[in-house]
């Protein structure tokens, strides 16, 4: 029986624990895959996890961080190869895995198998390796088959499958090393997948098994949820929860438009939209999570929740009222949940025309510059893409009980009395920016928030705001809880010459004054950022100021208490 050192000798270990499961981390996403899975053995006290990376991706930079947040330390690969394991767990391809000394299982770390992916400067693996198949354990013979009634799958190779391009996670590029499969298992979510693994790889479709989708059944299970996850992410009463997707690449729909997130929040008005921003991990892998944020800060003050973890995307998948993306999991992903979804990109040449994400990519809907607030509050599903969607899992729901069943068989341990299951996502702790800068619309008494100017409206600006330029031209400048809201009121007027009114927060309520010496405190109502607006308005037009002031913004009826401060 394998016997790992690690983390440390077992004599040296307070659990005397009977396996060690090996958990290989390519990359954040493949991490946030695994950590959905490793539930369902890591709280067994007879299983000890290791985790290592065999530093192959292109996107490796930041999964030590993302790993050591969690209190995961990384063993050292060239130490790793040199240890037997119970088994083997991966969530993607790459590097030199078949150097492990332990049976394989590789999950996929998205929907399913899609992508085109290039195999680019890759080195070939074939050359002078020193045999390592003997130190390797026979596990086939004992490993119950997965495929049911297959036929012989070498006759049924299409001849143009030597021209195809690879899909990555189905071509032998990827499973194969020396003519051999890696693999012990080989996860698949649906059998469409198993047909075009027959079609790329069929030496690898004899170690396919069918186990379901991890992700898709935990995003199905939050679904009770969804309004503990609206809340959480600042949506309000009846907002429109708009989740713009894009995975990594030029095709993708940040890299075809990086300002699009900033151009839609633009065009929604704040309080009838909330817009969360989930993007790929290795687009702030491939150019540097600073850099990538220097790019969003536009974006975020124009009021998107950038998601700050790479797992929060779920959550904001379960609330979304409907989703804007590409041929990225994220897309597919919330198409299953039952949201409507639009496309920024399409780019039908990057994935597999006989994928389910092809499907997607010719099914649902475009995403264009007219009329946006109509086009995602009326977004529906055609049945197409509902078609689509079916290819997900053939056994939904079913995906815990037969990875627990897979891989205790692997360990040769008996599960437990009662198997661990998926564990819920957790509430995203997440702040909803308020826009810097924002132009407010008031019609009679209905006010209409913008985060880009607007026709008949007025430029409201926080001095926490950073740009010096707006606050110049503001009409109404909004401050924070300063200790002398009088004091500050009085000051900045005089600092903005083109400054009518200021306001801030000040005592259970606000405070603000006007050019003219008029002094009004508030309270009542939980967008206090909107009545210094209405305040302007009717300084404005000449009209008085009475005691309740009633407004509607987004549908929503409030109603401020205004008390009038003379000399």
Known sequence: MPSSSYPVPRRWRTVPTERTLLAVVHNVTAATRLLDVLPLFAGDPRVQVVFTCPDSSAFTRGTQEYLAARGIPLEPWEDIVAEDFDWALAASYGGDLHKLRAPLTVLPHGMGYNKFLETGNRKPETGNRKPETGNRKPETGNRKPETGNRKPETGNRKPETGNR???????????????????????????????????????????????????????????????????????????????????????????????????????????????????????????????LKQWLQECERAGVIVLPEEDLWQPAAVAADVTIGDHGSVTYYSACLGTPVLLAAAPHDAVDPDSPVAALL??????????????????????????????????????????????????????????????????????????????????????????????????????????????????????????????????????????????????????????????????????????????????????????????????????????????
């Open 165 to 291: 391009k690879p899909v990555f996670g189905l071509s032998e590029q990827w499973l194969m090393h020396n003519g051999e499969v890696i693999a012990e298992h080989h996860v698949l979510s649906h059998p469409e997948q198993l047909t075009r693994l027959r079609q790329y790889c069929p030496e690898a479709a004899d170690h396919a098994v069918i186990a379901g989708d991890s992700c898709l059944d935990r995003l199905r299970n939050a679904r009770e949820l969804r309004e503990s996850y609206r809340q959480a992410l600042g949506v309000t009463g009846e907002q429109t929860l708009v989740l713009i997707s894009s995975t990594w690449g030029q095709l993708s729909s940040y890299g075809s438009g990086p300002d699009l997130p900033q151009r839609i929040a633009q065009q929604l008005p704040l309080d009838e939209f909330a817009v969360v921003l989930a993007l790929h991990p290795n687009i702030g892998q491939g150019h540097y999570p600073w850099q």
């Open 362 to 567: 010719r099914a649902a809907p475009a995403l264009t510059d007219e009329n946006l607030a109509d086009q995602l509050c009326t977004a529906t599903q055609p049945p197409a893409l509902i078609a689509a969607t079916s290819l997900a899992t053939s056994v939904p729901g079913q995906s815990a009980a037969l990875l627990t069943d897979l891989g205790y068989r692997t360990l040769k341990l008996p599960p437990p009395a009662r198997p661990a299951g998926f564990i819920a996502f957790p509430l995203p702790r997440v702040h909803r920016p308020e826009p810097g800068a924002q132009w407010v619309r008031v019609r009679g008494d209905d006010v209409t928030r913008f985060a880009a100017t607007t026709p008949e409206a007025h430029l409201v600006v926080h001095v926490d705001g950073p740009d010096p330029r707006l606050l110049r031209r503001a009409d109404i400048v909004l401050g924070d809880r300063f200790p002398d809201p009088g004091r500050w009121i009085a000051l900045t007027l005089a600092e903005f010459p083109g400054c009518e009114w200021a306001a801030c927060p000040a005592g259970s309520g606000w405070l603000a004054g006007s050019r003219d010496g008029l002094v009004v405190s508030f309270t009542g109502t939980d967008l206090p950022q909107a009545v210094p607006s209405l305040l302007y308005k009717r300084d404005l037009l000449g009209l008085d100021f009475p005691e309740q002031l009633p407004f509607t913004a987004a549908g929503r009826k409030h109603e401020v208490r205004l008390t009038i401060h003379y000399g």
